[in-house]
Nanobody, 124 residues
């Protein structure tokens, strides 16, 4: 089992930045690729970013490419999501997820563990 705890969410004005963190505990010896997803009220949970176990491969949808950056520190069992140039449409609950494979994925069902989420609200 892997437990994931997100932090760093909050309220920010449009154009601002936030940095989310996801701390993993439990079976952290597993070589997991990690991802971030988000879910706005009344919408499906959508893919935001993914990073391979090694950190050499990252993947983003067009909606956040160039604004968001995912990174990881395996020594600290922590994954980060740096979000810049935030827009009101980025408002959502952001979830960290882990999959027991080393390669990236943008598919929700390929992730095995999920955090509880952290709220990000971007005001216009």
């Amino acid at each position: 089992q892997v437990q994931l705890v997100e932090s760093g969410g909050g309220l920010v004005q449009a154009g601002g930045s936030l940095r989310l963190s996801c701390a993993a505990s439990g079976r952290t010896s597993s070589k997991c690729a990690m991802g971030w997803f988000r879910q706005a009220p009344g919408k499906e949970r959508e893919f935001v970013a993914a990073i391979s176990w090694s950190g050499r491969t990252t993947y983003y949808p067009d909606s956040v490419k160039g604004r968001f950056t995912i990174s990881r520190d395996n020594a600290k069992n922590t994954v980060y999501l740096q979000m810049n140039s935030l827009k009101p449409e980025d408002t959502a609950v952001y979830y960290c997820a882990a999959r027991t494979r080393m390669s990236v994925s943008d598919l929700k069902y390929e992730y095995d563990y999920w955090g509880q989420g952290t709220q990000v609200t971007v005001s216009s």
